[in-house]
């Protein structure tokens, strides 16, 4: 049986259509946590994110989720703290998706 779903998240999920997953660090945020949401609050907007730890476990790993008004924002977020890794297969080499045509743009 699923559990009730919080009415703050309903709306989060109407409002941030970009979602990312990312795994919680094995050995934790370190000095990355401190300045994470400074980051996101002085460059994206407090109105412009939301966070929710994710209920679901990948790979036998900690999810924590990110919402996002829209695809910018979360690129600038990933390009910000280039250590936080995705955790739902969309870094995969074969994941394939209507907004991305031609694949990705190689790495530097």
């Known amino acids: 049986m ?4 919080h009415p703050q998240k309903k709306k989060d999920d109407r409002s941030f259509p970009v979602r990312l997953f990312i795994y919680l660090p094995r050995e934790g945020f370190g000095k990355d946590w401190n300045d994470l949401y400074p980051w996101l609050d002085e ?3 407090r ?5 929710w730890p994710a209920s679901d476990v990948i ?18 977020f990933l390009e910000r ?5 995705i ?5 995969s080499p ?5 907004y ?3 694949g990705r743009k190689p790495k530097p």
């Open 47 to 51: 109105a412009n994110y939301a966070h």
């Open 87 to 91: 955790a739902d297969g969309t870094t």
């Open 2 to 5: 699923a559990g009730k779903v």
């Open 43 to 45: 460059h994206i907007g």
């Open 100 to 102: 991305l045509p031609f």
């Open 94 to 98: 074969t994941y394939s998706s209507p």
């Open 59 to 76: 790979d036998t790993r900690e999810v924590l989720a990110w919402y996002f008004c829209n695809i910018s924002d979360a690129a600038a």
């Open 81 to 85: 703290f280039p250590k936080l890794e």
